[in-house]
């Protein structure tokens, strides 16, 4: 890896110089735009709309347009100048239990690294910070740009993670928040049920990005010349009409999955409930027609 920033945490009247790392990276297939035809490369140039001229990069900035359509041009000696007291510091500004920072504020998550000559003051606030069972909630400006973020350990590293600003969050203002809806007692012990059976420690590796591999093998396939085949659509359950139903069925379903046996899809529910287990035809496998 490859560190992207270098600065020094701020705890007290400790300093800590520390190497920041981006912590995940994107494992997207990517792709260009290309000319049907031929294949070729689709190439884009800066244009001004003024003069129309093409712009090397060396001439462009930062503009900011105002309600009049005006444009303010920023430079980067305009960004330099701002008074960013956190330029090179991650400044802790409290200490706070993680559970009451709602996930909804992370943004991104950065791994820190210590100096050479910061290895024991990083292991010493490193040992508190994971005794106590709390995060510190720091202040960091990362690519001119200042942003509250907390410091959490992982692995023995420490994990500095960028938050939103709290006007960044939007207020959901959905109709039905509104609705005086009524859910009987036994559907919602229904409901609970489910969740209990279905409880399960998390384990990442148990996941994987089925998109993704799907579209490498239509590369692979479509590389060694071979005829790309669609997968069986899966039959997409409509709204349940009887809820109890529903859930009754997603119980019994998920009780036999946890038993051993082969993963069981909850039986849908019809007009009038059901209490025998539907048969349902195989899916239908797509065919491609011939040119």
Known sequence: MRSIWKGAISFGLVTIPVKLYSATEQKDVSFHQVHRKDGGRIR??????QDGEEVPYSDIAKGYE????????LTDEDFEDLPLTTSRRIDVLQFTPAEQIDPIYFAKSYFLEPDAQGAKPYVLLRNALESSGQVAVVKVALRQRESLATLRVRDGVFVLETMLWPDEVRTPDFGFLEEDIDVRAQELKMAESLITTMESDFDPSEYH???REALQQVIEAKVAGKEVIAAPEEEEAGPAVDLMAALRASVEAAKREREGGEPAKPKKAAGKASSKEEEKAPPKRKTRKSA
């Not at 105002?66 to 041009?73: A, D, F, I, N, Q």
């Open 44 to 49: 884009y140039k800066r244009v001004c709309t």
């Open 66 to 73: 105002l309600p009049s359509g005006e444009m303010v041009v």
């Open 209 to 211: 990005d089925t998109y």
